[in-house]
């Protein structure tokens, strides 16, 4: 059995896919032991199902599709961060650039000559 994407964030969506099961066979799928999809497998022992995560907690858990035969793959629900590294990166190169444009701003301001009266 394939399980796309084989790593998600607690919640999300995962694709089940295998073959190997009995011709037009139910097809049930659980995840760390609790129900969690239906389908039936096609006239070749094929199925695709999606399924959701729902309230798991972080941990490696193991997906298995009951068809005639068990069918297992492990499924990882791992935390997501909200911002990617390029995101904070770009941040953080940004912040450099504006805080030295200002503080050599300042000491090239600094090195003028003052003005005279005219």
């Not at 039936?40 to 199925?47: C, K, L, S």
């Not at 695709?48 to 599709?65: F, H, I, M, S």
Request: charged share 10%.
């Amino acid at each position: 059995m394939d399980l796309t994407p084989s790593a998600v964030g607690p919640g999300a969506g995962v694709t089940a896919s295998g073959h190997g099961c009995d011709p037009q066979a139910p097809v049930d799928v659980t995840l760390g032991g609790v129900a969690v999809a239906k389908t039936v497998a096609g006239v070749d022992g094929a199925f695709e199902v999606p399924l959701t995560t729902g309230p798991v907690d972080v941990g490696r858990y193991q997906v298995t599709a009951k068809c005639g035969p068990t069918l297992v793959a492990p499924l990882d629900v791992v935390l997501v961060g909200s911002i990617g590294a390029g995101t904070s990166t770009l941040t953080v190169i940004l912040c450099f650039l504006l805080l030295g444009g200002w503080y050599y701003g300042r000491r090239l301001v600094a090195q003028l000559p003052a003005r005279s009266g005219e």
